[in-house]
């Protein structure tokens, strides 16, 4: 844990008795504002502390929880783009819009492997010179 937040742990410990929250209170929104925190990070922070009354505390943590599932879920899908394989795919670098791979098929990553593959320049691409 940082040193900024244990500090604002410390004050908030102070600082939310103080209020006098009811139910209707915008909790979230003032600890923003005295903390200058982002609305994650309040929301961590305030079930840290857990003076929440009970209602609010289980409906943060488990905001908070659904977050942390979404990322993760969006973690493991980037990570199995980066290394995906098949049967004629080395590397699937993506997937076109009817959902066919591209990439670098396994004949190419031997042969870029044992150096035998020319590079190709833009003057390779074509003659221009019967059309000019």
């Not at 103080?18 to 915008?26: I, L, Y």
């Not at 502390?49 to 409906?59: F, S, Y």
């Not at 990322?71 to 670098?93: C, H, M, P, V, W």
């Amino acid at each position: 844990m940082s040193s900024a937040r244990k500090e604002r742990l410390k004050q908030a410990r102070k600082w939310y008795p103080e209020q006098h929250f009811t139910e209707d209170s915008h909790i979230i929104s003032a600890y923003r504002r005295t903390f200058h925190v982002d609305r994650i990070c309040a929301m961590r922070e305030l079930c840290m502390l857990k003076m929440l009354p009970p209602n609010l505390q289980a409906e943060f943590e488990d905001q908070l929880e659904q977050r942390s599932q979404r990322l993760k879920g969006k973690r493991l899908e980037a990570s199995d783009n980066e290394s995906d394989q098949d049967d004629t795919f080395y590397f699937i670098a993506g997937y076109t819009s009817g959902g066919f791979p591209y990439g670098i098929t396994w004949e190419e990553a031997a042969a870029i492997e044992q150096g035998n593959v020319e590079r190709k320049t833009d003057d390779d691409d074509e003659d221009w010179s019967d059309i000019l």
